[in-house]
């Protein structure tokens, strides 16, 4: 049983245990989304308990990332599993009058509708707020493309390593030498799903105070864009363009880096005057705090090379584990890790990143969870659904009996049967 607590909102229920309802409990979502980006961005609104409910094409096996190798099997695989957890499926075809029809019901129950099509698909599919206003006044419509709805590129498909590429994100990564190099991971997808994410927030907050809701457009170029910050600030104020530097530097913070130890790499990462202080008297040459050449961020920039020179030379005398005993809570250090290391499962757990659950073609599937503590509430996670799995349970509650889920059907909403 629960108890009010007076002092709260008339709808925040706290349990004896203290615990509380998931922040977004009763949000609910429509998405037309696939592979990386939008799933990744709703997957961050379902673990905090919103429903999200995605509309599949059953005529191409759904989702692509439902295909995606290693370990895909029978319609399901761990990529899937890794952005869909918790959510729930059901196949339409948009292009379907019949299927247009069901999903006009959802838009009547839910609070946004979210895609991540290509950008002037939105229209075409009737996913925009001038299609479904008439239906739900209040209804979110989030788009999330390549290169936005507007403009000469909406028709235009896009990936994470193309934006990477065009957005400037390669020229900087990588060193001073080497080719131009894309992250190891897909940054641009997973910050503008976040983006979008966000986005879609601020939508429905708007829309439950004023009852209207609108159109909220964003993409992946316009969010790796918005990822140069400082230097795009840099070049765009004072024409000073950033390079690549060795040893993953940072542009102007000397030092900022990894370094080579006797079996490894440490990272250092001195942002603070008092961090470079703190660094040379704990690896014992206490005298560069004192040497004019290295006394403030722009001498130690100026004299890059020579600073780096010697800090190189002192790291290499000892082990990673022996730098860190020596650095740890004097100036800011991390060991630079492998896969395998940085996911070691009892890290994990002690950290509560561990989601860890049960799927029925997979078996037991183990992947990162919920990156916020939320106080009161304690995620849960279950699998990805399989495709159209939902579609019964969906129908039932949209007030569809047998026989008209069997028109339905013959009509072509659910696909190809």
């Given amino acids: 049983m629960r108890v009010r607590d007076k002092r709260r909102g008339p709808m925040d229920e706290i349990a004896p245990d203290g615990s509380r309802a998931a922040p ?3 949000l609910r979502i429509v998405a037309v989304e696939q592979f990386g980006a939008g799933p990744f961005g709703t997957l961050l609104l379902t673990d905090l308990g919103a429903e999200v409910i995605k509309i599949e094409d059953a005529s191409v096996g759904g989702d692509v990332g439902r295909s995606v190798p290693p370990g895909a099997a029978n319609g399901s695989s761990l990529y899937f599993e890794a952005f869909n957890r918790g959510k729930r499926s059901i196949a339409l075809d948009l292009m379907n009058g019949a299927g247009r029809d069901v999903l006009h019901r959802l838009v009547g129950t839910a609070d946004a509708v979210f895609n991540n ?6 229209d075409r599919l009737g996913l925009t707020y001038a299609a479904l206003e008439d239906i739900n006044p209040a209804i979110v419509c989030v788009s999330l493309s390549a290169y936005g709805r507007a403009g000469e590129r909406r028709t235009e498909p ?16 990588g060193g001073p030498d080497s080719p131009p190099a894309r992250s190891g991971l897909p940054m641009a997808d997973y910050a503008a799903g976040l983006v979008a994410a ?3 927030l601020a939508g429905v907050l708007d829309a439950r105070r004023t009852g209207h809701g609108r159109d909220i457009d964003t993409s992946l170029f316009d969010t790796a864009l918005a990822m140069l910050s400082y230097q795009a600030t840099w070049w765009l104020s004072a024409g000073i363009p950033t390079r690549r530097l060795p040893d993953s530097a940072h542009p102007s913070i000397v030092p900022f880096q990894f370094f080579a130890t006797a079996d490894g790499h440490i990272a250092v990462a001195c942002a603070k005057e008092k961090f470079f202080t703190a660094l040379v008297r704990a690896i014992e040459i206490p005298e560069l705090a004192d040497d004019p050449r290295f006394a403030t961020f722009a001498a130690r920039n100026e004299h890059r090379q020579s600073l780096t020179d010697i800090l190189s ?3 290499r005398e000892r082990s990673t584990a022996d730098w860190l005993t020596v650095l740890r809570g004097k100036a800011p250090c991390a060991p630079v890790r492998d896969l395998a290391d940085a996911l070691e ?4 757990q002690q950290r509560g ?11 037991e599937v183990r992947s990162i969870g919920l990156p916020l503590r939320v106080a009161g509430f304690t995620p849960e996670f279950h699998a990805a659904p399989l495709l159209g799995a939902d579609a019964p349970s969906l129908l039932a509650e949209l007030g569809y009996d047998e026989d008209q889920v069997a ?6 909403a659910f696909g190809p049967s």
């Fill in 24 to 26: 977004l409990t009763g």
């Fill in 117 to 122: 099509l290509r950008g002037d698909l939105p």
């Fill in 158 to 173: 896009g990936y994470d390593a193309l934006v990477q590429a065009e957005a400037g994100w390669a020229s900087l990564t």
């Fill in 198 to 200: 966000c986005g879609l």
């Fill in 313 to 315: 030379r002192r790291f």
């Fill in 345 to 348: 499962i009892g890290e994990l």
């Fill in 353 to 363: 990143m561990l989601a860890s659950y049960d799927h029925p073609q997979l078996g």
């Fill in 407 to 412: 028109a339905l059907a013959a009509a072509g």
